[in-house]
Structure formats: structure tokens, C-alpha cells
């Protein structure tokens, strides 16, 4: 056969069409089905036919090929024999695509009965007694879109993506179906994925994946027919609808071919509910960026949004399941963040001079502890902040579990200022020592730091020995009182148990001891064992009576609440990206803080200008005595406190304990002509508050593309963490913005409406009635 071997020749053949002859004698043919056949160099009429009779699900009986000459539309051609076979290929040699036609003989003594589909009426039609079948020739087209001229050879071994486009599909297939032009807007792109007769794929499977998604795009479900390793035969699944398709493999290749396309449906397409033909993976493929994107996106909101974008109707279950397996492949991005650990810090110091970015691994490689600190808050809490800093700690859930512990300052307008934060594996006293260690290495000062922390978990052994006498530690209030009502023993009613937490709140706030031992006394008429424990509990870490820090009047450590809302919107990233969304987060907020503060007018921060010109007002009211050198006695209503101006003191320690002038204080100054915002603390100034948010945190450029980078020799490679998430749903503490009060973690206890008895109600008591 004269057909060179680098070239693969086509024969697109319809069937069941008929013939129309024009005035001038030539024919031209309407109707029928068009298949595909490839042509290969050895191939004889024998193996043509059978080829044929394959791919229209027919015998070779009976069979008759015609084709007709080049540039002859009048005459057809008979092929009986090979050598008639030879010449027919030899006379399309330079073409690319052969135009036959295929006839079926009739039966002796049988009227030839024609099985078509239904067409529209002919002016003229050539009686034959076989049906007959003709090839359309078209450029094809290549993935540039550039098109092919019909007598430039392909390499059908060599060349990609090509999409030949033989029977252009009908611009309306779907004429009865009624789809809003609002929704489906993403299916829109898989809509020419499909385009017909002689289109190429690289694989069945690339075959089957575009037919998916273009019955999508079309809302239109179908059926195999057959769907085998060589060839694949669907239609529409609407009953009596035409629309079907049969791809198959090209010999000697792997590539899949369209051998048969019937376009048009006269099916009702979507109607009430749009047909989806895909699996849990197949939905999980397609939403992984967006559960990647947003880890904690809802199924009824993955299931609204495939009905909006792609017109795919899911249930709550399947959308869940689809996200479980998005999930499941995203997997192996959380792996591959821990191994970009190493280079992620080197960019976090590289971009962010000054900073520091540390991380260690156990003794398997497997991930332990990550410190990050950027400048910008380094030098922050440095120039701006107060020396008091907030230690706490939250769950993160994450693939692999772990805690975030914080170290949060406050500003000038008592706002929460993130200064370093850490990911541990487990909130340990090893790892806060570790934490604690690294963080004495950036907020480093020459006075002492004021730290609001609980008192357990080494906490208070790991303070004393990092910082020794360069600190305070003011125990967390609220952590105190969740262990007060933990350790009270006994059978304590709701009411009584609020009242001693009040009382424990009342006392640390006490700025004098009379007012602390009358707080206590009330403690010990509810319980003695409780008042025992409050006096045990080392007040002098707690009581404004007896702490010799300074802490603002900030009783908890809670004041981290900013970096709780953060995590709980990035804490199912991979670790890289969760850090650099949490960088991410920093960075606008010191940014927007430090454009806000150019809009203010005052002297101070708008939430200390407000208390102090409500002490302003309480100052008018306030009687003064001169007592001798620096000191005066004040009276306001029944109280008398002895001011000292010069020492900004008062008795009434308000003026220590916030840092602001008391009444007292401001009436002192005022009656001397001097400016009660000259004797305000530092802190509490604009400009100072200015000096906080004065650098900024820079971005850390394609975080996602890390591990394109290649390790250097000797580089540790980390791996995650051994814990994995537990089935069920992580605890995870709710804290509201503010301070903590004693309503905040007290649950109301059950009480029998028999007994009285506590811990259980009236159905379950076990009281014996008498």
C-alpha cells in the first residue's frame, strides 16, 4: 500500500444517508452517521471491511465501498479487490483524510430496507438499492489553535493536543432545555471539550474525563453502552434522545479517536434537577483548591456553590464525603510543608532583617517546635509598648494536631500587639521553656517585664529561672478561678460557687488590704476550704494589694484573643501557610493601626483620652488639703487619700495601677496650673503609639512554590509530627474579646426539685421517699 510510513491516513465514512443529484450531475450527499477509520500501511480490503463493520456494529457481508475520483463528483467508484483498494489510497496519498462511502447490498428476493434517522425532505434523491455513506473532509486543528491544511502530513505518534474538528456540533444541541444564564458560569469552559468526528485524546481515560465534564457543561446525563480498554460507546440517557458518541484506540498508538458522533439531542436536558455523573474523587479533584483555599468551608456551602458554578445538585452527605477526600489528597501538601520548614525560615529572616524564624526536630526528624518573631514587633513592643506581655496558648485544628503558643503585648490604646508565637507539638513545661527561652533573646530590656500567665504547666518554675528577677508574674485571674472551682470539694450550688469566684475577683482587684481581707472574709463565710485555698494561693502574684509589678489593671492573659480568631481561619493550612497567613495577618494590622493613628488629634490614644477626661469630670468634685512638701490630702465624698505629685503617686493606687492620674491626682495638678496629660504615662501618647507601628512586616514570596527549590546537602529533612487528629471534633476554648469575667466558665449545675441535691435532677434521684 503506498502509504509512507511517518503518515497516518483517515477514512470518515457516514451511514445510512442518501445521495441528491444536481442539475449539472454531480452529487452530493445528506443524512446518515459518520465514522472514523484509520488506515494502516499494511492494511488490506479484507481488514478494511472488518475494521468497518466493527465500528458500525455490522458484518462485512454484503458490504461495498465507493469513494469518488479527485475533483469528480458525478462518477462512483467501485472497490472490489485489494488492488482497487491500493489505487483508491494511492490516488488521496497527499491528502490526510480519505472521503468513502459504504453501501450495504440487499438480500436476494428482498426489498433493500433502509435504517436511518430521520432527515429533512429532498428536492431530488438518487435511487439506490444500497444505502450509502459519505466522508467530510475538514483542516484540523491543532492545541495552538493554528489549523492543519488538509495536505500537510501529522505525525499522529508525535504530535500533541491535536483536536480535529470533522462535524462541527450544532450551536443549540440542547434546543428544549431552559438553564439560567446566571448559574453554571464555571461549566461554560468545558462546554466545546467535545467538539466531534475525528477528535484525538491521549487516552481513554482523557477521553472519558472530558465526556464527563462536557455532559455537565450541557446538563446531561449518559449510559455506557459499552466501555471497554480499546473503545467506548455512550449515549444520552433520556429515553429515544439520539445523541450518542464511540471513541476507540487508533491501531499501532495510544491515542483515542472519535469514531461516531450523532450531536443533537431532542431530550428535555436539565429540568428540575441538573444530572450528575461523578464520583466522591472525581467532586474532591474539583473542589481541592477551594478546601485548600478555605479549610473550614461548610458541605451546604461546597454543595450551594457546585450548583451555582457547574449546576450540579449534591446532598449534604455527598458534599461532605467530597470534602473528606479533597482533604485526603491535600494531605501530601501537609507533608511537604514540614520539609520546607528549613528554607521557610531562612525566607522569614531573609525578607524580614532582624527577625527570627527557629524551628527543631526530635531525634527522628519528625517536626517538634517552630518560633517566629518579626521585627516589626520586635521593635515594636521595644519602642511602643509597656513592659507586659500576655502568655497563652490554643489548640490548633490541624492534620496533625499541636498547640500556638503567644507572647501578645499591648499598645497604647490597649490593643493587642502580636510580638512571637510558636507551634509545639504539645503544650508542655519543656516546651514552654523552650518558648520562653527563644523569646528572652528578642525582648530582652534593660527593666522588668510584667508577665500575665497561668501558674501551671511549668509555667511558673520556667519564669523564674528564664528571667529570674527581670520579671513578674501576675497569675491569669481567670485561670485562677477555673482551678478555685475545680479543687472546691463538696456540694456547692451555682449561686454560691459565682459568688466566691466574684469575691476572688473582688479581692484582686482590691487596691488596699482592708478592702482584700473583707473579699476574703465573705470567701470563708461561704466555704473555709476555700478560703483556705485563696490564702494559699500566693495573692502576691494576683492581688493588686500585694503584686509588686505593673500590669495596667490587666487581670488576664487572655489578651491574645486576636491571635485565636487568626488560627481558627488558618489553622487546617499546611504549617508554612498557616504561618505566613497568620505574617499575612500582622502585617495588615500593623499597617492599618499605623495609618488610623495619623487621623488622631489628641495628645493621647482615643481610649485613654476618654479615661482621663472622665476623671477630669470626677476631679471637679474633689477637695484639696495641703499636707507639706509634695504630698496633699484629698478628700472625695467619704474617702480621704494623701496624693504625692511628685512621685505620681496616690493612696488610692489608681494612678499606679493604670497609669493614668486618678481624680485625686488631677485635682492636685490642676489647683499648681500643671497638665494632668504631662503626668500620663508615655505609653498612653500618640507618638509613642506611633513608634509601635513604625515598621512593617514584609511579604514572603511564593510560599506555595518552596519546594521547587532543591535542599542542600546536609539539609535536615523534616517530617510531620507522629500525632495524628483523633477521630471527632477538637475542643477548642472560646475566648471573647475583653477581659474574662466570672460568669465566663461557671456552668450552671443540675438540682434535684426533690432532694435539693446537686449533680443530678428529679427523674434520676435515688432519694427513698419515707
Given at each position: 500500500m503506498a502509504i509512507v510510513p511517518s503518515k497516518k491516513m483517515i477514512a470518515i465514512c457516514q451511514y445510512g444517508g442518501d445521495f441528491d443529484t444536481h442539475d449539472d450531475g454531480s452529487m452530493s450527499y445528506t443524512g446518515g452517521e459518520a465514522y472514523a477509520v484509520d488506515l494502516d500501511e499494511n492494511m488490506q480490503l479484507s481488514g478494511f471491511k472488518q475494521e468497518i463493520a466493527e465500528t458500525i456494529d455490522s458484518t462485512v457481508d454484503g458490504m461495498i465501498i465507493k469513494y469518488f475520483l479527485p475533483g469528480n463528483k458525478k462518477n462512483l467508484i467501485t472497490v472490489s479487490k485489494d488492488k482497487d483498494f491500493q489505487r483508491m489510497v494511492n490516488y488521496y496519498k497527499e491528502a490526510d483524510q480519505l472521503e468513502v462511502f459504504i453501501m450495504k447490498e440487499a438480500p436476494p428476493g428482498k426489498t433493500t430496507k433502509k435504517k436511518q434517522p430521520a432527515r429533512r425532505p429532498q428536492k431530488?434523491?438518487?435511487?439506490?438499492?444500497?444505502?450509502?455513506?459519505?466522508?467530510?473532509?475538514?483542516?484540523?486543528?491543532?492545541?495552538?489553535?493554528?489549523?492543519?491544511?488538509?495536505?500537510?502530513?501529522?505525525?499522529?505518534?508525535?504530535?500533541?493536543?491535536?483536536?480535529?474538528?470533522?462535524?462541527?456540533?450544532?450551536?443549540?444541541?440542547?434546543?428544549?432545555?431552559?438553564?439560567?444564564?446566571?448559574?453554571?458560569?464555571?461549566?461554560?469552559?468545558?462546554?466545546?471539550?467535545?467538539?466531534?468526528?475525528?477528535?484525538?485524546?491521549?487516552?481513554?481515560?482523557?477521553?472519558?474525563?472530558?465526556?464527563?465534564?462536557?455532559?455537565?457543561?450541557?446538563?446531561?446525563?449518559?449510559?455506557?453502552?459499552?466501555?471497554?480498554?480499546?473503545?467506548?460507546?455512550?449515549?444520552?440517557?433520556?429515553?429515544?434522545?439520539?445523541?450518542?458518541?464511540?471513541?476507540?484506540?487508533?491501531?499501532?498508538?495510544?491515542?483515542?479517536?472519535?469514531?461516531?458522533?450523532?450531536?443533537?439531542?431532542?431530550?428535555?436536558?436539565?429540568?428540575?434537577?441538573?444530572?450528575?455523573?461523578?464520583?466522591?474523587?472525581?467532586?474532591?479533584?474539583?473542589?481541592?483548591?477551594?478546601?485548600k483555599e478555605s479549610p473550614k468551608i461548610k458541605p451546604k456551602d461546597i454543595a450551594t456553590e457546585l450548583k451555582r458554578d457547574y449546576g450540579i445538585d449534591l446532598n449534604y452527605s455527598q458534599a461532605r464525603r467530597a470534602k473528606e477526600y479533597a482533604r485526603e489528597q491535600l494531605l501530601g501538601s501537609y507533608k511537604d510543608a514540614y520539609s520546607e520548614l528549613p528554607f521557610f525560615c531562612e525566607k522569614i529572616m531573609e525578607t524580614n532583617p532582624g527577625s527570627l524564624a527557629t524551628f527543631s526536630t526530635k531525634e527522628d526528624s519528625s517536626f517538634h517546635r517552630l518560633f517566629v518573631s518579626f521585627h516589626a514587633s520586635i521593635s515594636g513592643f521595644l519602642q511602643g509598648c509597656r513592659p507586659l506581655l500576655f502568655l497563652d496558648s490554643t489548640p490548633l485544628n490541624s492534620r496533625y494536631q499541636g498547640m500556638l503558643l503567644t507572647a501578645t503585648a499591648a499598645d497604647g490604646d490597649d490593643g493587642a500587639f502580636p510580638v512571637a508565637f510558636a507551634v509545639v507539638d504539645e503544650e508542655t513545661a519543656e516546651n514552654w521553656r523552650w518558648f520562653l527561652t527563644e523569646l528572652k533573646l528578642v525582648v530582652s530590656t534593660p527593666g522588668q517585664i510584667t508577665f500575665v500567665a497561668d501558674f501551671q504547666k511549668g509555667l511558673r518554675e520556667s519564669l523564674r529561672e528564664i528571667f529570674g528577677g527581670e520579671c513578674y508574674h501576675a497569675y491569669c485571674l481567670g485561670y485562677l478561678a477555673e482551678k478555685l472551682n475545680k479543687d472546691l470539694k463538696g456540694h456547692f450550688s451555682h449561686d454560691a460557687r459565682r459568688l466566691m469566684v466574684e469575691d476572688l475577683y473582688a479581692a484582686a482587684h482590691a487596691p488596699k488590704l482592708e478592702a482584700f481581707e473583707k473579699c476574703t472574709e465573705d470567701i470563708k463565710a461561704i466555704s473555709p476550704e476555700a478560703y483556705n485555698w485563696v490564702i494559699r494561693s500566693e495573692p502576691e502574684h494576683w492581688a493588686n494589694t500585694f503584686f509588686g509589678g505593673l500590669r495596667y489593671n490587666?487581670?488576664?492573659?487572655?489578651?491574645?484573643?486576636?491571635?485565636?480568631?487568626?488560627?481558627?481561619?488558618?489553622?487546617?493550612?499546611?504549617?508554612?501557610?498557616?504561618?505566613?497567613?497568620?505574617?499575612?495577618?500582622?502585617?495588615?494590622?500593623?499597617?492599618?493601626?499605623?495609618?488610623?493613628?495619623?487621623?488622631?488629634?489628641?495628645?493621647?490614644?482615643?481610649?485613654?483620652?476618654?479615661?482621663?477626661?472622665?476623671?477630669?469630670?470626677?476631679?471637679?468634685?474633689?477637695?484639696?488639703?495641703?499636707?507639706?512638701?509634695?504630698?496633699?490630702?484629698?478628700?472625695?465624698?467619704?474617702?480621704?487619700?494623701?496624693?504625692?505629685?511628685?512621685?505620681?503617686?496616690?493612696?488610692c493606687k489608681g494612678w499606679l495601677l493604670t497609669g493614668l492620674p486618678c481624680c485625686h491626682a488631677i485635682a492636685v495638678l490642676e489647683s499648681y496650673g500643671r497638665s494632668p496629660y504631662d503626668h500620663c504615662s508615655r505609653y498612653f501618647h500618640v507618638e509613642t503609639y506611633q513608634l509601635t507601628y513604625a515598621d512593617s512586616i514584609h511579604p514572603i514570596p511564593n510560599v506555595e512554590r518552596l519546594m521547587d527549590t532543591e535542599p542542600e546537602d546536609g539539609a535536615v529533612l523534616v517530617t510531620p509530627p507522629p500525632t495524628m487528629r483523633t477521630p471527632g471534633r477538637t475542643k477548642i476554648r472560646k475566648v471573647v474579646a475583653g477581659r474574662i469575667g466570672p460568669s465566663d466558665f461557671l456552668k450552671r449545675q443540675l438540682q434535684c426539685g426533690k432532694c435539693k441535691g446537686l449533680g443530678h435532677n428529679k427523674r434520676s434521684c435515688k432519694e427513698i421517699d419515707e
Open positions: 431530488t434523491t438518487l435511487q439506490k438499492p444500497e444505502t450509502t455513506a459519505m466522508v467530510q473532509v475538514t483542516p484540523i486543528q491543532t492545541s495552538d489553535n493554528n489549523a492543519v491544511a488538509l495536505n500537510d502530513p501529522i505525525d499522529i505518534q508525535t504530535a500533541t493536543d491535536i483536536t480535529p474538528a470533522a462535524v462541527p456540533i450544532s450551536a443549540n444541541p440542547f434546543p428544549m432545555a431552559v438553564i439560567d444564564s446566571d448559574e453554571r458560569m464555571a461549566a461554560k469552559q468545558w462546554e466545546n471539550l467535545i467538539t466531534g468526528v475525528g477528535q484525538r485524546f491521549h487516552s481513554l481515560a482523557e477521553f472519558r474525563e472530558a465526556l464527563r465534564k462536557f455532559s455537565i457543561a450541557h446538563a446531561f446525563n449518559f449510559v455506557y453502552k459499552k466501555n471497554e480498554n480499546q473503545r467506548v460507546t455512550v449515549k444520552c440517557k433520556a429515553e429515544g434522545c439520539p445523541w450518542r458518541i464511540h471513541a476507540s484506540k487508533l491501531s499501532t498508538t495510544q491515542l483515542v479517536c472519535i469514531k461516531t458522533m450523532r450531536p443533537v439531542h431532542n431530550c428535555q436536558g436539565v429540568t428540575s434537577k441538573a444530572p450528575f455523573r461523578a464520583k466522591r474523587s472525581w467532586v474532591g479533584n474539583l473542589i481541592k483548591e477551594k478546601v490587666h487581670m488576664t492573659s487572655n489578651f491574645g484573643h486576636l491571635f485565636y480568631s487568626w488560627v481558627s481561619e488558618a489553622n487546617e493550612l499546611p504549617i508554612t501557610q498557616m504561618i505566613d497567613e497568620l505574617r499575612g495577618k500582622m502585617m495588615q494590622l500593623i499597617y492599618t493601626r499605623r495609618v488610623d493613628s495619623t487621623q488622631w488629634l489628641t495628645r493621647l490614644t482615643p481610649s485613654m483620652e476618654e479615661k482621663l477626661k472622665n476623671e477630669i469630670l470626677k476631679a471637679r468634685s474633689v477637695q484639696i488639703l495641703r499636707s507639706h512638701g509634695s504630698k496633699f490630702e484629698v478628700r472625695f465624698g467619704e474617702s480621704v487619700d494623701i496624693v504625692d505629685i511628685e512621685n505620681w503617686d496616690c493612696s
